[in-house]
């Protein structure tokens, strides 16, 4: 089976242009992010500069949201079916290594 990060890149880039096109000024989002909405059960939503899509522990995590929702994001926007303390503690890393 082959991987098909850059068709998850496309996507996720047209989900969440889809849902900025949607949502209220209360939901904007600064340029240089997007907004993912993390959790397995209850969903929260965060602010992630989009450098981070092009990294590889970054790119598990879009892979695990393709396989479990495919292309429909049930949030409107893109869902990471991860734990909140786990994706804090990835971003943190991310953040501190870029």
Known sequence: MGIRLPSILLNARQVLKNHAISTSNQYDV????????????????FLVPISYLNHPKFMDLLKRAE?????????GG?????????????????HSSW
């Open 30 to 45: 600064p340029k240089g992010h997007i907004a993912v909405y993390v959790g397995e059960i209850q969903r929260k939503r």
């Open 67 to 75: 396989e479990e929702f495919g292309y429909n994001h049930p949030m």
């Open 78 to 94: 893109l869902t990471i079916p991860c734990r909140e303390d786990a994706f804090i503690d990835l971003t943190s890393r991310l």
